[in-house]
């Protein structure tokens, strides 16, 4: 098992920048996907970035180029850097893991979410 906290939600003006932080603790090594997804007020949940081990980064393309993701093994975090946010990246962002349960298997888990406000 694995527990998910992220960090780093606020309200920012257009153009601004953030990085949000997701502290996982648990059973780390057996983390096979890594990413976030975001959910705007009245919308579905979508991913905005992700990363499964082996296979390139991938990015919305809403996001590319604006959006970095990172992990740092040692701190046990990942890393979302947003760059020249715009109001339509305002939504609830959520970390979210796989890990491996088996062969072929994986469980998620989520992360509860944190706050990106984009104001004109």
């Known amino acids: 098992q694995v527990q998910l906290a992220e960090s780093g939600g606020a309200t920012v003006q257009v153009g601004g920048s953030l990085r949000l932080s997701c502290l996982v603790t648990g059973n780390t090594d057996a983390i096979e996907f890594y990413g976030w997804y975001r959910q705007p007020p009245g919308q579905q949940r979508s991913q905005v970035a992700g990363?499964?081990?082996?296979?390139?980064?991938k990015y919305a393309d809403p996001v590319k180029g604006r959006f970095t993701l990172s992990r740092d093994h040692a701190a046990n975090t990942i890393y979302l850097q947003m760059n020249n946010l715009v109001p339509k990246d305002t939504a609830v962002y959520y970390c979210?893991?796989?890990?491996?349960?088996?062969?072929?298997?994986?469980?998620?888990?989520w992360g509860q979410g944190t706050q990106v406000n984009v104001s004109t």
């Open positions: 990363h499964r081990i082996g296979l390139p980064l």
């Open positions: 979210q893991v796989d890990l491996a349960t088996g062969v072929g298997s994986r469980r998620p888990y």
